[in-house]
């Protein structure tokens, strides 16, 4: 694959080759694809409760907050 722009995503056919051409994602066995799908659905439950991976940005999610909360009180 070729690098990406920071923050550009993969789309859905590129996704599904990487899937199919990744030898360690081929033959899984039951106990694996729960795995992988409890570690799926734990990402997409923090995704959506506005879980950062770290707290720096947390922190820049907050300044951000702040920063526009002020600029709409100021005008």
Do not use: C, F, W
Not at 26 to 53: F, I, T, W, Y
Not at 61 to 66: E, G, L, N, Q, Y
């Amino acid at each position: 694959m070729v690098a990406r722009a920071p923050g550009s995503k993969y789309s859905l056919v590129q996704l599904r080759q990487m899937v199919a051409e990744d030898p360690a994602l081929q033959n899984l066995d039951d106990q694996a694809k729960m795995q992988l799908k409890d570690e799926l659905r734990r990402h997409r439950a923090e995704k959506g409760m506005s879980v950062r991976a770290t707290n720096a940005a947390a922190t820049r999610d907050v300044h951000a907050t702040v920063d526009r909360i002020i600029r709409d009180v100021r005008d």
